[in-house]
């Protein structure tokens, strides 16, 4: 969180702690000085009274699309991948359930 926040004004970090109790939050806070956290507290505070639900919502959403575009996306797996997660995700059968099926 540090990252995507890094560069953002305190008004609009106060804006996304405001909105809910985020379970990365205080170890976010802890990385900066008392007075720092206690001006975004203070921010936090009166952003909760004046802004409006739909702005820290779409603030929330903008850092969720932040964090998604600095996520590296993950590799395509090839197809024997592919086949090997089917076959790994059928039931197994036992020896002579396997057996049974081929006399028939």
Excluded: H
């Excluded at 609009?12 to 702690?17: E, G, H, K, M, Q």
């Excluded at 739909?54 to 590296?72: F, G, H, I, N, Q």
């Amino acid at each position: 969180m540090a990252g995507a926040l890094g560069d953002e004004p305190d008004w609009l970090v106060a804006l996304i702690l405001a909105k809910r109790r985020w379970p990365w939050d205080r170890d976010y806070l802890n990385e900066f000085e008392p007075a720092r956290v206690e001006r975004l507290r203070d921010i936090a505070r009166s952003v909760r009274d004046i802004a409006k639900p739909r702005m820290c919502d779409e603030a929330v959403a903008a850092l969720a699309m932040k964090l998604r575009r600095s996520t590296p996306a993950p590799e395509p797996r090839s197809a024997f991948d592919e086949v090997l997660t089917g076959i790994m995700a059928r039931p197994e059968t036992t020896r002579d359930e396997g057996s049974e099926a081929w006399r028939q």
